[in-house]
């Protein structure tokens, strides 16, 4: 009777007692497409039967022959002391048990488990309808096959965005999925969100699909034009740039209240008038539209006349000289003001004084003149 003791976890052994062992097998763990060595090892080998058998009990090699047609088996060695085979292109239908057998008086066998991993590929994002501003997007990241099942998340600069994960079995893999729904406005137009996958098998690296959202939105459009003044005889350039998803194809150009002259010439989104005159000015007009709305933006062209545009130029040193002339002329203006206000006011206390000192005397002198009625003889006057 034998005692076995066995192990469960990979590259483990699995054996009999020291003192009856005869076999012993290895776990084995490998990713899928890798190749995967089977050992047997032989431990007091008396050159008996040595068979190893596939999970479905089929005779791989009998006594280092082969045995079944496969050529990914392959005989590496065949020793007293240790049988190896090698099976390359490894899927997940060469998972399970190989047995490792020896034929003696009594048969003894052990199983190496064959665990194979299948690792995520690249993962694909599905996206359920058309983003639009204002609205929501719906994004699904799916890994369709791994084994053990992927890990699968949604991020976007670095925070993790949590979705609704769910699994399918199919056959020994699992397909993983994670969806997501955010509103989006034209700011989150090509803005990246990454999906990773990770898995043992990777080791620490991880699959990702860095996804642009494709956010689509209205147009808005800005004329650009030529800084200075324009004169009759310059060229005038003006070019309408759109911004928009999906971007407006063309862009159409008007003039208010009148047609574009004869002389314009359109070229994609830029309208050029060449010769200008005094009859192009007006307001001009560029409009540009996609399925979600329009948008417009005008442009007043003033055309100066040269020689007025001379005349107005030097015209403005004598308007800056007369300005001051007549500053100087009302400061002056304002000083003789005081001065006479002050002349007068110093001539009319004069002759109020001296008004009121003759009618002083003037009754000192009466006063004098009564009083002599009283007294005769006596005359004095006061002068």
């Keep these: 009777m034998y005692l076995i003791n066995r192990i469960p976890f990979s590259f483990s052994f ?15 763990t490998v990713i899928e497409g890798g190749t995967a060595e089977i ?16 999970p479905a009990r089929q005779t791989l090699f009998f006594n280092g022959t082969r045995a079944l047609k496969d050529e990914r088996f392959q005989m590496v060695l065949f020793s007293p002391r240790l049988v190896k085979i090698a099976l390359s ?18 048969t003894h066998h052990q199983v190496a488990t064959l665990t194979v991993q299948v690792p995520p590929a690249e993962p694909t994002v599905e996206v359920k309808e058309q983003a639009v501003e204002g609205g929501e997007v719906e994004l699904t990241c799916i890994v369709p096959r791994s084994k053990p099942p992927a890990s699968v998340r949604w991020y976007r600069e670095r925070r993790e965005i949590i979705g609704v994960t769910s699994q399918q079995e199919n056959d020994k893999t699992v397909s993983i999925s994670n969806t997501i729904r955010f509103q989006v406005d034209r700011k989150d137009d090509k803005a990246i969100v990454s999906c990773e996958a990770t898995h043992p098998a990777l080791r620490g690296q991880k699959r990702v699909n860095n996804y642009a959202l494709n956010v689509h939105y209205s147009p808005k459009v800005k004329i650009q034009y030529p800084a200075g003044v324009l004169r009759e005889g310059d060229t005038l350039t003006l070019m309408c740039t759109t911004m928009g998803n999906p971007e407006p194809e063309s862009v159409e150009w008007t003039r208010l209240n009148d047609s574009l002259p004869d002389r314009t010439e359109i070229q994609g989104k830029a309208l050029t008038i060449p010769r200008l005159s005094m009859m192009d000015n007006g307001t001009y007009v560029c409009e540009g539209e996609n399925q979600y709305g329009r948008s417009v933006d005008e442009y ?53 004084h001296e008004a009121s000192g003759l009618d002083e005397h003037g009754e000192v002198q009466e006063a004098f003149l009564n009083g002599n009625e009283n007294r005769e003889g006596k005359k004095e006057y006061l002068l």
Excluded at 101 to 106: E, G, K, N, S, V
């Design 14 to 28: 699995l054996s009999f007692s020291v003192l009856a062992q005869v076999v012993q097998a290895e776990n084995v």
């Design 39 to 54: 050992n047997c090892k032989l431990h007091n080998y008396d050159g008996s039967i040595v068979v190893i058998q596939n």
């Design 89 to 106: 292109n490894v899927n997940v239908k060469d998972e399970g048990g190989y047995f490792c057998q020896l034929y003696t008086d009594d």
């Design 300 to 352: 007043v062209l003033v055309v100066y006349d040269p020689g007025a545009i001379v005349e107005a130029q030097s015209s403005v040193p004598y308007a800056i000289i007369g300005g001051i002339l007549a500053v100087l002329v009302f400061a002056v203006i304002c000083v003789l003001i005081i001065i006479i206000w002050c002349s007068v006011r110093q001539k009319g206390s004069y002759l109020t």
